[in-house]
């Protein structure tokens, strides 16, 4: 998880929730592309203010973390999804 100051979140916050508005208001089968969409804009946004090997590594470094903590944090669907279907082993 990233740990940002709370001073520093309440902005981001704001933006965060109103994508996640306009990412909502759209039709189920749309709102996956979208969310593609924003976090494709944003990570393309900072590689074409410092293109360099590195900021492409953090950029992806940063994503697979975030995709990392989504699962850790929902892994407990997982467990019960289990549970209630049986292991597939």
């Known amino acids: 998880m990233p740990y940002i100051k709370h001073s520093e979140r309440t902005e981001a916050q704001a933006h965060c929730d109103k994508l996640t508005g306009l990412i909502s208001a759209l039709p189920k089968e749309s709102q996956m592309g979208m969310l593609n ?3 494709s804009r944003i990570a393309y946004s900072l590689i074409d203010k410092n293109l360099r090997y ?14 990392m903590e989504l699962y850790r944090r929902h892994s407990f669907y997982e467990d ?10």
Do not use: P, S
Not at 54 to 67: H, Q, R, S
Not at 80 to 89: A, S
């Open 37 to 39: 969409f924003i976090l």
């Open 54 to 67: 590195y900021t492409i590594n953090d950029i992806v470094g940063a994503l697979e973390c975030a995709k």
């Open 80 to 89: 019960q999804k289990c549970k209630e279907n049986g292991d597939v082993l």
